[in-house]
């Protein structure tokens, strides 16, 4: 009986480490099982990355204008059919000379789902990038930043990195210390503009650009950080 006991208790430690596991894995900003991952970039020069999730939608304009004012180009992770339904606005990023990325089709989360599911999302989304006139070598930034196997395995097998982030001021309370305290040279900064109707994210994003060049740093896409990795 008291083996039978210490077995059933051994069985359900093991099932809560492995759930455990699968948990921080699949929210791990910085590592993978498979291929590469990029969540910021060890560099000595002062340059930081500046994404935007989701859309395009109507607040496009709005956000090209701000980054258009201070000469700062930008990397968008856009969704395959929200490009379907605002072409016009993806066109847009793209004439303004900002960064695409890849950020599924559907912005369904990209853990437990079939290969083919999380291969459809990705090339049919690729396809509508390259429709808006994108020409660049196109990045990926799963929704949420959820990842497990599949997903990074078929990256690897692309030679496509994983791109997440590591400053995100939307999860902060005083967004601006928290981005003046944690910000470093190659840093990835993540923010939600695409969806606000309040007019907070684009105060924000000009906040951030304001005390950042005020710090003499440079903003760069994703693309160009990877390429100062080191330097």
Not at 157 to 177: F, L
Request: proline fraction near 3%.
């Amino acid at each position: 009986m008291k083996k039978k006991i210490l077995f059933i208790s051994i069985a359900i430690l093991l099932v809560f480490l492995l759930l455990f596991c699968t948990y921080k894995l699949m929210n791990s900003r910085t590592f993978q099982l498979f291929g590469g991952l990029t969540s910021n970039v060890e560099t000595n020069q002062k340059v930081v990355a500046l994404t935007f999730d989701d859309g395009p939608t109507k607040n496009v304009d709005s956000i090209l204008a701000v980054l258009n004012q201070y000469n700062i180009k930008a990397t968008f992770f856009l969704i395959g059919n929200e490009i379907e339904m605002n072409l016009t606005e993806a066109e847009k990023i793209v004439k303004a000379g900002h960064q695409v990325g890849n950020h599924t089709y559907s912005h369904r989360r990209m853990i437990f789902k079939s290969p083919f599911f999380i291969k459809e999302e990705i090339e049919e989304t690729d396809i509508l990038i390259r429709r808006i006139g994108y020409e660049d070598e196109i990045d990926f930034r799963p929704p949420n930043g959820k990842k497990l196997l599949f997903l990074p395995y078929y990256l690897n097998k692309q030679k496509r990195d994983t791109i997440t982030w590591n400053i995100e001021p939307d999860s902060a309370v005083d967004k601006m210390d928290y981005v003046k305290q944690n910000i470093k040279n190659g840093s990835i900064i993540l923010l939600h503009p695409m969806y606000d109707e309040t007019g907070e994210q684009l105060k924000l994003i000009e906040d951030i650009i304001k005390l950042l060049l005020d710090e003499d740093y440079e903003f760069v896409t994703v693309n160009e950080l990877q390429k100062l990795k080191d330097e």
